[in-house]
């Protein structure tokens, strides 16, 4: 069964499932969604209660997202190529790409992350 | 609600932390392995006994190969897209992307990613902070939008032609209004390839519109760098002459080849009446 994710401030509420969900960027006080529909949501929610939320609300389905540094959160179902020299994370729901970056060091935890889940 | 620590920009954490997947018994793993390394040695057994000693297939680099199908400038084949090769120059990486059998435009206003005859889409000139405006002279279908020398590099497209160039005043802005072109200001990067010199010391993602082996290319750089060392990058990459595009995470995608969009940054919250892009679209 879908899990959704309902985030909602004093004047507008996005409501989607948690797989629909590709990325989260940050603006300071903002954070874009960026959904598998191509849409893009801007809400007046920092980073840090975004990820409250998610962790909140998505009890099967929360490990499916990374908090990268202060300004990413990644649904890691939609990981395709992970770079740490180059700095490149691509993100792709298979209709699009979406190209992030990240500091050395995260990429190469996130690759390792990864890599574990295999064993 | 419970309490989420900060992060650091060197940090990843799991957001749900809970719930994790439980892991299978070990025997499981030995099983697996066991039954695997069998198999191996059989497909090898019946590999050597049938080809004897086949050569090995070549082991191949997908950033080589980017490079190489962007060093060849394309086939004839190729329908309109956008090319893109991944390299590394003075430890910056960068991302080139190749316009090809695309017409360039400048375009003011939004613009939509589903538009399949765009294969490449870029912010090109600043906006003023106060009003909205556009920084500097632009031109648009030989329409005059702004004037002004606010940054001394220029890109003009005057019969489905760009010309990149440095200079304060330039005979292609009345060109441009003349014959229905197009024309913006920017920072420039590279003039004859020369570092061209910038006030602005701040770090920051960057992306440049250049020259480069004769063709039109855009390059970008998604790590935070001053503008100086990316203009110095360009020059290492081999670049004559080039002006910065809008940087950070400024608007921008593209498509290759297959059809595939390419999102080089999503679309920005707060575009305005002058947001402006160059485009390239099919021929």
Known sequence: ?119 | MKHVRDINEDEIRVVGGKGGRRRPPRWLWFAIAGIFLIVVIAVLVVLLLRHGNAPEPPVTDTVATLDSVWLSNTSDDLPSCTLIADTVIDTLPLTIYTPYNAVPELHVGNLDTTDSEIVFAAMAADLRKDNGKIVGAFVLAGEPLSWGLSKRGYCAILDNQITIGTAENSPLFEQATEQGGYFFRQYPAVEGGQMVHNNPQNAAPRRALCTLNGNIVIVSCNSRVLMDTFSQALVSLGVSDAILLVGGTAEGWCRTADGNLVVISPKHPKSKKYTNHIVFRRQ
């Open chain 1, 1 to 119: 069964m879908k899990e959704y994710l309902v985030i909602s401030t004093s004047v507008e509420l996005v409501r989607t499932p948690s797989e629909g969900v590709i990325y989260i960027t940050s603006d300071g006080n903002y954070s874009t969604f960026m959904l598998t529909s191509g849409t893009t949501y801007t809400i007046a929610l920092q980073l840090g209660q975004v990820e409250r939320l998610l962790d909140k609300q998505l009890a099967r389905t929360g490990s499916d997202f990374i908090r990268i540094g202060k300004s990413l959160i990644i649904n890691r179902h939609y990981i395709t190529y992970i770079n740490p020299s180059r700095q490149q994370l691509t993100l792709s729901d298979g209709r699009s790409s979406h190209n992030q970056t990240a500091s050395k060091e995260a990429l190469k935890q996130l690759k390792d992350l990864i890599d574990k889940d295999l064993k």
